[in-house]
Structures are given as structure tokens and as C-alpha cells.
């Protein structure tokens, strides 16, 4: 979050009604503060939304348009409660995590060794142990120096473009991973050890940031989140919500002028769609673009989600267990950034099927199998790209990453396996970490959000997880 409210205004108007929006407006209703929230499409949530193919109980068919899960710090857990969203675990035994390379699934951490080679593992650890920490620059310098070339390449990348969609060559590591940035003279493994005899010292678990997070996702899916922050801001009588409504750029500089003193104002915006506003609110004004110019900068990442529904006998192994697999940039000839595995993960994603149950006859130990020979599993495929993706070639790469366990899909079509789809593409999903949105920061800082009452608060302001904007404190 950057800027900061004005403690003496009683009334706050926020400008996006993306999750970052309707959080912010949860927040402030609760510190007592009446709420106007100003969306200018039709439906609220942004980038969440879920699709309810068919809402059969215990089983459902949802398709998630973004992020179907998220970590729950103990303050996270405590919000869902506030507002009544059941959310479950990562299934007992499925929380095995992937990585392919040279067309086989590495299971990790177990799998490392394998995965990095004897040469390899041997310069992790001692990069690990011995390696001493510089002045922080992008990820991927970062990576090569505590972990090694290799191990970035195969561990570090993927999972960097899972989060972020973005190379680790273009992420800060002071912006995206903070704690990565350790004291002058210390390697990772001193940190860690300075951070265990730390944790020996006994501090409230209310206070206890560090405390371990789970995976959790919503029975509902995501969209019951953003229902249920509408339904709790519309119950309390302080919060309007304008859904089709843009303000006028005339009316916003007029109210945010120098004499302006009747509201904070939240910019729950994207750094696109701020810099709109503001290109408009300087020509008005007649002063120099520096902050638009700076958030015209900022890269933004392009991402397609397409939810899969498959039957599981395609796998000859049994279907995939765990929670997905992630590909790296350097395994040959794939697009795809990696599959999620949503009936395995999570209670009641599944299609017509019940809950899996070990396939012991399999001889891969990941895999489940499904009670009917018709039963359908639900997965997320992940694509950094927004141009529409031909279905023979998702074909492709859902069949090529799955080929551990057995994947052969028809080649009659996709109507003899079961085979369904579901994408979502968003030009611009997330900006990118790096030193261009790092320059838009402090223009902000500086400039337009250096007087109280007003703040921008977006997966552009170091906010990219749910996690980071529920724990934010207004």
C-alpha cells in the first residue's frame, strides 16, 4: 500500500471494485468509516470469478478464471470466519508438488537430487552453506549466486513464473521475496539457523507473523469470497457500491484539490488503469507527467487459465495425486507454465466422480484412481500468453506434461476421453516486480499519494497475493 489515510476524514471513497477494493472497503467499514465504492464494470471481483458448471453437491464442476487457492495465515483464517467462506485443505496425501524435466515428473523435494544431478546438488549445498549475501539485484543473479545455475534454472524459474508469470530476470528481489535479502556476510544457511534460535524466544501466536500458512481454497470457489464481502458491505449500512459507474475526471480533480478535506480516497487499481486516471487528472491540472509516464512504464504479464475436465481413464497409471506440477523455461518444446491439479487438491472438484482413493495397483505412487470408469477429474492449465490457444495444441501439452502417469488421450477426438475446456485470458493479469514499477513507487510516494487521504492499494503495490492484501492494515 502506498500513501496513507487521513485519520480525521470519517468518510473513504474507493475507485476499483477488484478484490483489492472490496477489501479495502471491508477495512475501512470496520475502522467505522462510511464507504462509497466506485466500479466501472458491471460485476465486482476483477480477475476472480468462478464458473459453477454444475453445482451438484458433495461434487462440483467450477471453473476458476484465476487463482484458484491461496495461503491462510492465521489473520487470513480469521477473516474467511468473519465472513462465513468455508474453505478446505489441501487433501491428506495430496499435497505432493512436480517439476517436469526432460518429459518426466520430478516429485520435490525428494526428487532434487535426481532432478539437479550429483554435480549439481553438490553445488547447491555449497552455495547454500557457503555462498555470502551481496547488494540485492533481479532474482535471477540472486538465484545463480545461493543456489547455482541449475538448480535457478530448475527449481527457482518455474516456481517464479507460477507466482508471478514473469522471468527472474525482470523481478527485483527486494520487491518480490524480501526476506531473501539477508544481513552483509551471511550465507542462507547462517540466516536460517540466526532465524531458528530467534523463534525459541516465545511471542504471541497473535503476533507471531511468521507462523505457518496452509493452502486453503474455498468449497464455493473464489467467487464465494468476493459474494460474501459484498453481502457482509451492503449488511452494515455504511457502504454503497456503484457498479457501471466511472467518475468523471473533472469531478475527481476537484475533489482531490489542494481545499479538497471530505474523503480518503483508494485507488484499488491495476497500474494500467490508475495511469488513466492520472494522465487525465495532470492534463486537467497542467502539470508535468512524471507519475503517468512512470506507471505507463510498468511491464504487465499476460496470463490464460483453461480448466480441464478429463476422464481419468486417459491415465494408464492412474490419475495424477498432489497439487500440480510446474514446467521450467528450459524444458524443450513446452508453452505451458504448468497444471494444477484440482480434483486431487481439493473436496468436491471433481465431475462425476467420487472422492479418489489410492490406486494400489499402479506402480506410480502418485496417481489415484476413481470409482467409476467414467469419472472425470477437474485441472488448470497456465499459459503466459493472451492470444487464443488452438485446442489441439493445449491437447498436446496437457498429454506431453502428463506423460508420467500414463496420458493418452484419444486420437478419435475430444469427445471419446471426455474432454472439456474452460479459458480465461487476461492481456494485462499481473505487473512485473521489477525496477520500473519499483521508479512508479516512488513517483507515487513523492508525488500524487504524498498527501494523507489518499492511497492506491492493487496487485501493483507489493499486494500481488490475497494473503498480502487481507493482512494489510488501513
Same mark, same amino acid.
Given at each position: 500500500?502506498? $500513501?496513507?489515510?487521513?485519520?480525521?476524514?470519517?468518510?473513504?471513497?474507493?475507485?476499483?471494485? /477488484?478484490?483489492?477494493?472490496?477489501? !479495502?472497503?471491508?477495512?475501512?467499514?470496520?475502522?467505522?468509516?462510511?464507504?462509497?465504492?466506485?466500479?466501472? %464494470?458491471?460485476?465486482? #471481483?476483477?480477475?476472480?470469478? &468462478?464458473?459453477?458448471?454444475?453445482? $451438484?453437491?458433495?461434487?462440483?464442476?467450477?471453473?476458476?478464471?484465476?487463482?484458484?487457492?491461496?495461503?491462510? %495465515?492465521?489473520?487470513?483464517?480469521?477473516?474467511?470466519?468473519?465472513?462465513?467462506?468455508?474453505?478446505?485443505?489441501? +487433501?491428506? #496425501?495430496?499435497?505432493?508438488?512436480?517439476?517436469?524435466?526432460?518429459?518426466?515428473? +520430478?516429485?520435490?523435494?525428494? #526428487?532434487?537430487?535426481?532432478?539437479?544431478?550429483?554435480?549439481?546438488?553438490?553445488?547447491?549445498?555449497?552455495?547454500?552453506?557457503?555462498?555470502?549475501?551481496?547488494? *540485492? =539485484?533481479? @532474482?535471477?543473479?540472486?538465484?545463480?549466486?545461493?543456489?547455482?545455475?541449475?538448480?535457478?534454472?530448475?527449481?527457482?524459474?518455474?516456481?517464479?513464473? #507460477?507466482?508471478? /508469470?514473469?522471468? *527472474?530476470?525482470?523481478?527485483?528481489?527486494?520487491?518480490?521475496?524480501?526476506?531473501?535479502?539477508?544481513?552483509?556476510?551471511?550465507?542462507?544457511?547462517?540466516?536460517?539457523? $540466526?532465524?531458528?534460535? &530467534?523463534? +525459541?524466544?516465545?511471542?504471541?501466536?497473535?503476533?507471531?507473523?511468521?507462523?505457518?500458512?496452509?493452502?486453503?481454497?474455498?468449497?464455493?470457489?473464489?467467487?464465494?469470497?468476493?459474494?460474501?464481502?459484498?453481502?457482509?458491505?451492503?449488511?452494515? /449500512?455504511?457502504?454503497?457500491?456503484?457498479?457501471?459507474?466511472?467518475?468523471?475526471?473533472?469531478?475527481?480533480?476537484?475533489?482531490? =484539490?489542494?481545499?479538497?478535506?471530505?474523503?480518503?480516497?483508494?485507488?484499488?487499481?491495476?497500474? *494500467? !488503469?490508475?495511469?488513466?486516471?492520472?494522465?487525465?487528472?495532470?492534463?486537467?491540472? =497542467?502539470?508535468?507527467?512524471?507519475?503517468?509516464?512512470?506507471?505507463?512504464?510498468?511491464?504487465?504479464?499476460?496470463?490464460?487459465?483453461?480448466?480441464?475436465?478429463?476422464?481419468?481413464?486417459?491415465?494408464?497409471?492412474?490419475?495424477?495425486?498432489?497439487?500440480?506440477?510446474?514446467?521450467?523455461?528450459?524444458?524443450? =518444446?513446452?508453452?505451458?507454465?504448468?497444471?494444477?491439479?484440482?480434483?486431487?487438491?481439493?473436496?468436491?472438484?471433481?465431475?462425476? %466422480?467420487?472422492?479418489?482413493?489410492?490406486?494400489?495397483?499402479?506402480?506410480?505412487?502418485?496417481?489415484?484412481?476413481?470409482?467409476?470408469?467414467?469419472?472425470?477429474?477437474?485441472?488448470?492449465?497456465?499459459?503466459?500468453?493472451?492470444?487464443?490457444?488452438?485446442?489441439?495444441?493445449?491437447?498436446?501439452?496437457?498429454?506431453?506434461? @502428463?506423460?508420467?502417469?500414463?496420458?493418452?488421450?484419444?486420437?478419435?477426438?475430444?469427445?471419446?476421453?471426455?474432454?472439456?475446456?474452460?479459458?480465461?485470458?487476461?492481456? +494485462? !493479469?499481473?505487473?512485473?516486480?521489477?525496477?520500473?514499477?519499483?521508479? !512508479?513507487?516512488?513517483?507515487?510516494?513523492? /508525488?500524487?499519494?504524498?498527501? *494523507?487521504?489518499?492511497?492506491?492499494?492493487?496487485?501493483? &503495490?507489493?499486494?500481488?497475493? @490475497?494473503?498480502?492484501?487481507?493482512?494489510?492494515?488501513?
Amino acid at each position: 500500500m502506498i $500513501g496513507k489515510l487521513d485519520p480525521t476524514r470519517k468518510k473513504s471513497i474507493v475507485i476499483g471494485g /477488484g478484490i483489492a477494493g472490496l477489501i !479495502a472497503a471491508y477495512r475501512l467499514v470496520q475502522a467505522g468509516q462510511t464507504v462509497q465504492i466506485y466500479e466501472k %464494470s458491471n460485476r465486482l #471481483g476483477g480477475l476472480i470469478q &468462478t464458473r459453477v458448471l454444475d453445482a $451438484g453437491l458433495p461434487s462440483m464442476r467450477l471453473a476458476e478464471t484465476a487463482a484458484h487457492s491461496f495461503l491462510a %495465515s492465521p489473520d487470513v483464517l480469521k477473516f474467511c470466519e468473519e465472513l462465513a467462506v468455508d474453505c478446505v485443505q489441501v +487433501r491428506p #496425501g495430496c499435497k505432493g508438488r512436480f517439476v517436469l524435466w526432460r518429459g518426466r515428473a +520430478r516429485s520435490l523435494p525428494g #526428487g532434487i537430487f535426481g532432478l539437479l544431478g550429483p554435480i549439481g546438488f553438490l553445488g547447491l549445498l555449497f552455495r547454500v552453506l557457503l555462498a555470502r549475501f551481496r547488494a *540485492p =539485484g533481479n @532474482l535471477r543473479a540472486w538465484g545463480d549466486r545461493h543456489l547455482g545455475r541449475r538448480a535457478t534454472d530448475l527449481l527457482l524459474v518455474p516456481f517464479l513464473r #507460477g507466482i508471478y /508469470g514473469a522471468r *527472474p530476470d525482470d523481478l527485483n528481489v527486494e520487491m518480490t521475496f524480501p526476506r531473501l535479502v539477508g544481513l552483509p556476510g551471511h550465507s542462507l544457511a547462517s540466516r536460517w539457523i $540466526g532465524e531458528k534460535i &530467534t523463534r +525459541r524466544v516465545k511471542v504471541p501466536a497473535a503476533l507471531d507473523r511468521r507462523a505457518r500458512s496452509k493452502m486453503v481454497a474455498p468449497r464455493l470457489g473464489m467467487e464465494s469470497l468476493v459474494r460474501a464481502l459484498e453481502a457482509k458491505l451492503r449488511a452494515s /449500512g455504511r457502504c454503497e457500491i456503484f457498479l457501471g459507474q466511472e467518475l468523471d475526471p473533472g469531478v475527481l480533480n476537484t475533489r482531490l =484539490g489542494p481545499n479538497s478535506s471530505d474523503a480518503n480516497w483508494v485507488f484499488a487499481l491495476p497500474a *494500467p !488503469a490508475l495511469c488513466e486516471i492520472v494522465a487525465r487528472i495532470e492534463t486537467l491540472e =497542467g502539470i508535468e507527467p512524471t507519475f503517468s509516464a512512470s506507471l505507463r512504464r510498468v511491464k504487465q504479464v499476460p496470463l490464460t487459465t483453461i480448466t480441464v475436465f478429463v476422464k481419468d481413464s486417459v491415465f494408464r497409471r492412474g490419475a495424477p495425486k498432489g497439487v500440480g506440477i510446474l514446467i521450467p523455461e528450459a524444458e524443450k =518444446g513446452r508453452q505451458c507454465l504448468g497444471i494444477l491439479f484440482n480434483s486431487s487438491s481439493w473436496e468436491g472438484r471433481v465431475g462425476e %466422480s467420487s472422492a479418489p482413493a489410492k490406486d494400489t495397483r499402479s506402480p506410480a505412487k502418485d496417481a489415484i484412481s476413481s470409482a467409476t470408469p467414467d469419472a472425470r477429474s477437474s485441472y488448470t492449465m497456465m499459459f503466459s500468453s493472451s492470444a487464443p490457444l488452438p485446442d489441439d495444441l493445449v491437447r498436446r501439452e496437457f498429454q506431453a506434461v @502428463l506423460q508420467s502417469w500414463g496420458c493418452r488421450l484419444s486420437d478419435d477426438g475430444p469427445a471419446n476421453d471426455g474432454w472439456e475446456t474452460h479459458p480465461t485470458s487476461w492481456p +494485462r !493479469a499481473l505487473p512485473v516486480y521489477g525496477d520500473d514499477l519499483r521508479a !512508479a513507487w516512488d513517483a507515487a510516494s513523492q /508525488g500524487f499519494f504524498a498527501k *494523507p487521504g489518499r492511497v492506491w492499494f492493487s496487485n501493483s &503495490t507489493g499486494q500481488i497475493s @490475497l494473503r498480502g492484501m487481507i493482512e494489510t492494515r488501513f
